[in-house]
């Protein structure tokens, strides 16, 4: 089994920053990408970010230029720098990891941007 666990999430007032952490543990032996998901309550579950095994990146329109994610091969562990947050960036962050054709999800942690 792969486990995922969040941290970092909290409550920040708008234009501030958080950083996620994602740290992936159990039987992994190729990650072949991370990425990030949010939620918003009364919404679906939308994709926000990615990173590759070789380092390239994708985000979501609404986060490019305020976000980034990086990653630490050597802990298996994926982040995701936020900053100038807005409001509408309120959700609960989730950690996604592809090894092959699989997907494995972390259990998310809630971000919270007051106005």
């Known amino acids: 089994q792969v486990q995922l666990v969040e941290s970092g999430g909290g409550l920040v007032q708008a234009g501030g920053s958080l950083r996620l952490s994602c740290a992936a543990s159990g039987r992994i032996f190729m990650i072949n990408a991370m990425d990030w998901y949010r939620q918003a309550p009364g919404k679906e579950r939308e994709f926000v970010a990615r990173i590759t095994n070789s380092d390239t990146t994708t985000y979501v329109d609404s986060v490019a230029g305020r976000f980034t994610i990086s990653r630490d091969g050597a802990k298996d562990t994926v982040y995701l720098q936020m900053n100038s947050l807005k409001p509408e960036d309120t959700a609960v962050y989730y950690c996604?990891?592809?090894?092959?054709?699989?997907?494995?999800w972390g259990q998310g942690t809630q971000v919270t941007v007051s106005s």
């Open positions: 996604s990891m592809w090894q092959y054709a699989v997907q494995y």
